[in-house]
């Protein structure tokens, strides 16, 4: 176990094989779930959802928890460890984790048909679930555009990927953060919404 544990790619291999048996066990002990119905692909993309939901929101509170308050106190010569290695390996899975949420979950809001009530936050249907699952969509929606057009266009400056002079890797520097802060500030009324249109409606 150790071994397996020592890599993270046989981690998570391992990971997903227990998950692919446990979903076999359930098919063969519960009511049918696998096949072509729309409910299987409903929970396998809202499985999916939720597992790329975490590895986004969980980095995004990464960097805004851990990440950034700390690099004042890292002393100036092992702050290229986080800026060359660690930085830039976080924003791939970062802004892939972002884009993979927003598209699961627009995948689970099409197939449970309430894609474009949802979207225009349930106006003219009277339905609350409508409005809260569309208010966390759209907030997860700007949060992504956030990531991919804000934040990683300027990260990339900010850690040297994109040639500027130091003045501009400052200002790019800020302006990541505040936006990637801004997106901490969204990421909770998000959260209460997609929770709450599951559980109070």
Known sequence: MTSVLQSLSKTVHVSLAIAVLLLLGLHF???EIIGSNRYFYSWLFRYLHVLTGIMWVGLLWYFNFVQIPSMPNIPDEQKPAIGK???PKALFWFRWAALGTIITGLIVAYLQGYVHEAMTLGIGSDNPKSTAIGIGMWLGIIMAYNV????????KKALGMIECDADEKAKSAKKAMLFSRANTLLSFP????????????
């Open 29 to 31: 002990f519960g009511d």
């Open 85 to 87: 290695v660690i930085a």
């Open 148 to 155: 991919w057009f804000v934040i990683w266009p300027n990260q």
């Open 190 to 201: 998000m959260l209460l919404s997609m929770v709450a249109a599951q559980n109070l409606y």
